[in-house]
């Protein structure tokens, strides 16, 4: 399946711009800036389309799970994409599905999974999704 995907798929993309400290010592997009790139992306939306605040906000998201396969290798000046889609999401919890692309977003760099919790700030208790967030989701799926 993954050998077909590509940045229509995902109902959000973002473009990115790798920067030289993303590189590892042979030249490639380390995979820790690959796991920031998808934080990137999907901060930026939560902020953008679900109005949540990280700093401020009542409802704050944590990542508790994440994982990654890779498939091909990106450098320093590529132009990427990072599409988002969400897999599922019950409770105060919501499984993202993220992937980054070439330029084109026809060529899959990396797959990843990130499983996200909504607290509330106040209490550290799980919260429901405040409504603007839940309509963002639903967006995703």
């Known amino acids: 399946m993954s050998e077909n995907l590509q940045i229509e798929d995902f109902p959000h993309a973002e473009y990115i711009s790798t920067r030289w400290q993303d590189a590892d010592i042979n030249g490639q997009i380390s ?18 389309h679900g109005e949540v605040d990280p700093q401020e ?3 704050v998201g944590f990542v508790v799970s994440s994982s990654c396969d890779f498939y091909a ?19 105060s919890t919501v499984e993202y599905q993220v992937a ?24 550290g208790k799980p919260a429901a999704f405040p409504a603007t967030l ?6 995703l799926n």
Do not use: N
Request: aromatic residues 12%; proline residues 0%; charged residues 15%.
């Open 57 to 59: 906000g009542a409802v």
């Open 134 to 139: 839940e309509t963002a989701l639903q967006a």
């Open 73 to 91: 290798s990106a450098g320093f000046t590529d132009l990427l994409q990072v599409g988002i889609r969400v897999e599922r999401f019950a409770g």
């Open 100 to 123: 980054l692309f070439d330029q084109s977003g026809k060529e899959l760099h990396a797959l990843g999974r990130v499983v996200q919790v909504f607290i509330e700030r106040q209490t």
């Open 31 to 48: 995979s820790a800036a690959v796991y920031g790139f998808f934080d990137t992306a999907i901060q930026t939306y939560l902020a953008t």
